[in-house]
């Protein structure tokens, strides 16, 4: 209750002083994570990639252990057959008639055919083995490359991160203890305003009779309103809030 009694009894002018300090603490730190550029979005591709490529090897690792199954269940189908061809040409010789010599016959040649359908079989899945693993062979060597370029961009974001890290959390913590001060309701506004706005800025001085964000020129008379600072006024084009650009003269704390 006390603080939003102290937030109450502020001035509008100490309401848009906070709110303009606030403005500038956050632009700091827009501009220190400006440094990263798209470091952090290249690392998160990156990331990306290598994830689906882990899993592409790992589908192709399994395809080629079937197909490699596939070809040692014909191989075995193979021999036999081969087993059941000599049993069938040893029982040739010691049949009593020319319909058990025939019925012999045709399942030494059903064998036969299998074994051509088998080896047909082995040379389709040698094939696709041969091309799944040359695959597997240019994703791992891509996947290694990927790796080394994630590697090389973390580093590379690291060290900014590590540079920036005290300024960045010094800015942040200055925009919490502005935020403690600024009234729920105005807060909200400005944190909806800079969220639309493409270069984050959502309270903007009055520059050469016109609107810092957008520059659409401001009357005369709404300058004058502004430059008193009895109320907070909104540019009526892009909805950002106006200060005089005098108020540039309360700097923010470093």
Same mark, same amino acid.
């Given at each position: ?7 109450? $009894? ?33 690392? @998160?591709?990156? $990331? ?12 192709? %690792? ?17 021999? $036999? ?9 040893? @029982? ?6 020319? #319909? ?27 094939? /696709? ?15 290694? %490359? #990927? *790796? ?7 580093? $590379? ?9 005290? /300024?960045?959390?010094? #800015?942040? *913590? *200055? ?8 009234? /729920? ?22 520059? #050469? ?20 600072? *009895? ?16 108020? /540039?003269? %309360?700097?923010?704390?470093?």
């Amino acid at each position: 209750m006390a603080t939003k009694s102290k937030k109450a $009894e502020m001035s509008v002018e100490e309401k848009l002083k906070a709110l303009y300090d606030l403005q500038k603490a956050a632009t700091e730190v827009d501009q220190i994570r400006k440094l990263r550029g798209e470091l952090p979005l290249e690392v @998160q591709d990156l $990331e990306d990639e290598i994830e689906g490529l882990e899993t592409r090897i790992s589908n192709y %690792d399994n395809e080629v252990k079937a197909l490699n199954n596939s070809i040692a269940e014909k191989k075995n189908d193979i021999k $036999e057959s081969g087993v059941l061809i000599a049993k069938y040409e040893a @029982q040739q010789s010691n049949v009593r008639n020319n #319909r058990e010599f025939d019925s012999l016959s045709k399942e030494t040649e059903f064998q036969k055919l299998e074994i051509e359908l088998s080896e047909k079989r082995i040379k389709e899945f040698t094939a /696709d083995l041969a091309a799944k693993q040359s695959v597997i062979e240019s994703s791992r060597q891509l996947l290694e %490359d #990927r *790796k080394a370029d994630l590697a090389a961009k973390k580093k $590379e974001l690291d060290d900014i991160v590590s540079e920036t890290k005290q /300024d960045e959390e010094k #800015r942040l *913590k *200055k925009i919490t203890q502005i935020e403690d001060r600024v009234e /729920d309701r105005l807060l909200t506004a400005f944190k909806r305003i800079r969220a639309n706005a493409v270069n984050g800025l959502a309270v903007v001085p009055v520059e #050469r009779d016109a609107c810092g964000g957008c520059f659409n020129k401001i009357p005369p008379q709404r300058q004058l309103d502004i430059k008193s600072r *009895k109320k907070v006024i909104v540019c009526e084009y892009c909805g950002r809030i106006l200060v005089d650009n005098e108020i /540039d003269q %309360d700097k923010v704390d470093d």
